[in-house]
């Protein structure tokens, strides 16, 4: 089973400041197969970004990723208000597994 | 409205066995896979099955293949996951969530969730 560990576990950053998330894999992953969700408290995880670099629907472009291999970034450009939340990677290989998540707290 | 409608949770001894349903409507169902997911109390998320949109193949996690098994009845919009021989560890709020397309792997669409607590 691929093991995905993100990096840093907690992220204290303010508001318009830029946020990096980590995801790194314990094997290769196709870079179709990696996901990344928000979850903010209370509520269901919303789909970002899926196969690495693809926004999903009503996705603000502040949102990116990217990276190959078994390292995975997720790029907040200008945190708002709202995107202070849990962000989780996901990966599909011979099963399908999450990443043990990053906070993003407000500084 | 575009949604997913999970029930069927709730306080289950150990050993015993629940039924969870997930209604979904404002989206052709059979042509999506489908997932349950599964978060443990203020932790993170644990895939548990997957199923293609015309039930012909099922997907497990190692931690549940054998005591769980999902299914769905595209005739009535609704996906079920059937959890036999309940462990405390089972103990979580269970998500079903639909497959994005062609990344079905993706869940693009979650419901609001339920909980299942397996205790004496």
């Known amino acids: 089973e691929i093991v995905l560990m993100q990096s840093p576990g907690t992220l204290s950053l303010s508001p318009g400041e830029r946020a990096t998330l980590s995801c790194r894999a314990s094997q290769s992953v196709s870079s179709s197969y990696l996901a990344w969700y928000q979850q903010r408290p209370g509520q269901a995880p919303r789909l970002l970004i899926y196969?690495?670099?693809s926004r999903a629907a009503g996705i603000p472009d502040r949102f990116s990723g990217s990276g190959s291999g078994t390292d995975f970034t997720l790029t907040i450009s200008r945190l708002e208000p709202e995107d202070f939340a849990v962000y989780y990677c996901q990966q599909f290989g011979s099963s399908l597994t999450f990443g043990g998540g990053t906070k993003v707290e407000i500084k | 409205q575009v949604q997913l409608v999970e029930s069927g949770g709730g306080l289950v001894q150990p050993g015993r066995s629940l039924r969870l349903s997930c209604a979904a409507s404002g989206f052709t169902f059979s042509t999506y896979a489908m997932h349950w997911v599964r978060q443990f109390p203020g932790k993170g998320l644990q895939w548990v099955a997957l199923i293609s949109y015309d039930g012909a193949n099922d997907y497990y996690a190692d931690s549940v293949r054998g005591r769980f098994t999902i299914s769905r009845d595209n005739s009535k919009n609704t996906l079920y996951l059937q959890m036999n021989s309940l462990r405390p560890d089972d103990t979580a709020v269970y998500y079903c969530?639909?497959?994005?397309?062609?990344?079905?792997?993706?869940?693009?669409?979650w419901g609001q969730g339920t909980l299942v607590t397996v205790s004496p």
């Open positions: 969530a639909r497959g994005h397309g062609g990344n079905y792997f993706a869940c693009d669409l």
């Open positions: 196969a690495t670099s």
